[in-house]
T-cell receptor, first 113, second 110 residues
Framework: EPEVTQTPSHQVTQMGQEVILRCVPISNHLYFYWYRQILGQKVEFLVSFYNNEISEKSEIFDDQFSVERPDGSNFTLKIRSTKLEDSAMYFC???????????FGPGTRLLVL | QQQVKQSPQSLIVQKGGISIINCAYENTAFDYFPWYQQFPGKGPALLIAIRPDVSEKKEGRFTISFNKSAKQFSLHIMDSQPGDSATYFCAARGDYKLSFGAGTTVTVRA
């Protein structure tokens, strides 16, 4: 069964450093998303992406964040200068259309020290 | 702005019992209501979903009841098993994104 994959599974970084989280969405999916989950809290939407453009973004997704589809398979989330409060589990998701179910990857646990 | 409210925060049920989780939403533009199951350290996995033109959907031991006029929906887990012990999130879709409830941790005692 096709699945969304994410790398790395864990990332530890120093405050102020840049991190790039990588995702490989399901191959025939056209819509891509990033969500995050701070420990013990609910899953929060960050951004949606379609046709090489951001479709929607939340207030969390400020200028420190960017997304990119650098090739035909990868979808990345970059945090330019990490803060302590960026520590969370980051989930990538994809869907075939906006009408279809979003499938989530296993997540990247980011710890900012 | 909390668009999806979920309760209870946690529940304990005996093996074979029924688990009931409730959610309420505010935005009438939501068009799709999935439930996700999450095990520790894993991503949310789709469990079952419903669209607002249907009042009930059943898949195996899992049933969603949907009340459009009350803007509420619930998940029933029948014959709960220890393997059902997980966190369950309701969600609602609108404007390209999912809004999640706060989650319910279900513990099934053997």
């Amino acid at each position: 069964e096709p699945e969304v994959t994410q790398t790395p599974s864990h990332q530890v970084t120093q405050m102020g450093q840049e991190v790039i989280l990588r995702c490989v969405p399901i191959s025939n999916h056209l819509y891509f998303y990033w969500y995050r989950q701070i420990l013990g809290q609910k899953v929060e939407f960050l951004v949606s992406f379609y046709n090489n453009e951001i479709s929607e973004k939340s207030e969390i997704f400020d200028d420190q964040f960017s997304v990119e589809r650098p090739d035909g398979s990868n979808f990345t989330l970059k945090i330019r200068s990490t803060k302590l409060e960026d520590s969370a589990m980051y989930f990538c998701a994809s869907s075939e259309t906006t009408e279809e179910t979003q499938y989530f990857g296993p997540g990247t646990r980011l710890l900012v020290l | 702005q909390q668009q999806v409210k979920q309760s209870p925060q946690s529940l304990i049920v005996q093996k074979g019992g029924i688990s009931i989780i409730n959610c309420a939403y505010e935005n009438t533009a939501f068009d799709y209501f999935p439930w996700y199951q999450q095990f520790p350290g894993k991503g949310p996995a789709l469990l079952i979903a419903i669209r607002p033109d249907v009042s009930e959907k059943k898949e195996g031991r899992f049933t969603i009841s949907f009340n459009k006029s009350a803007k509420q929906f619930s998940l029933h887990i029948m014959d709960s098993q220890p393997g059902d012990s997980a966190t369950y999130f309701c969600a609602a879709r609108g404007d390209y994104k999912l809004s999640f409830g706060a989650g319910t941790t279900v513990t099934v005692r053997a």
